[in-house]
């Protein structure tokens, strides 16, 4: 293994990235290639000649930019929670240093690296992904269900979920990805991730005599108990509102910016919170 002065850490990386013909695994808990073209670009390049890339990148909320990152250079990131290691290689040739791939890093910041230098030690680093990271991987192979819910936009996921499981005609529209307006059983409905708390918001209009019965009748149609049923009352011509919110925040403030599981999550959550509301509101 040799040490490698700062000047020629990046010069090493382009070279393991470029020389890759069948592997490419990188480690870096943060990334932003914004103002590193030069890198994004050899990236893909390596991804349109064929080669599998592993990406691990550090799963936490504030880290949505580095997730939006990588699936910008099409690559599913793999999400493992507490990294914080930095490493680079190919089938012949690595690379551990202390460099996150950051535009700022690179340009402005000292680091260090060490060049692997025989295929033992690229073996060695192998086997380290393997024990440590790869058990720890929130993004497994998808199936195909799975592909689509995480690729199409969650709007039109939801409402292909809602047509099939709830009212055939309903309609889900979306000026932004943070809400989304819903036509279904005859009613109004609003999901939204709201904000600072990037809680998950449903709202449904409510007639008055609805929403006088609210606390009598509730708890017999609002059972989820990881969700919290309130009526706010309009007044002053707006609506009363029947709201019901998720207590645990989510790791995005967009809904195509959610991880996997959260998606389908929040599928059944909708859905059960129309048909609720519904009963609801037959229950006179």
Known sequence: MKILQPHKISGL??????EARQELVLVSPYVNLTYWKQLATALTAARDRGVRITFYIRHEPG?????EQVQGLGITPQLVANLHAKFYFNETSGLITS?????????????IGSQL???????ELRRFV????APQELVKPLSDEDKYLSTAEFGQVLADCLSDQVDRRAQVDGQRDCSLSIRALN????????????????RSVVAGSEADRFAARHAHHFTSPTLRYEVRRGGKG?????????????????????????????????????????AFKDDY
């Not at 403030?253 to 929040?266: C, D, G, S, V």
């Open 187 to 202: 009613n109004t409905f609003t999901v939204s991730i709201d904000r600072p708390s990037q809680q998950l918001v449903m």
């Open 13 to 18: 990386l382009f070279d393991i990235i470029h």
């Open 63 to 67: 880290n949505l930019v580095s997730k």
């Open 117 to 123: 230098e025989t295929a033992e030690e690229v073996k």
């Open 130 to 133: 393997q024990q440590y990271l």
């Open 238 to 278: 707006y609506y009363d509102m029947l709201r019901a919110t998720l207590a645990l925040p989510l790791s995005a403030p967009r809904f195509n910016a959610l991880t996997l599981p959260e998606k389908k999550q929040l599928l059944p959550h909708v859905a059960d919170f129309l048909v609720a509301v519904r």
């Open 99 to 111: 460099l996150n791939l950051l535009g700022g890093s690179n340009s402005n910041s000292i680091e």
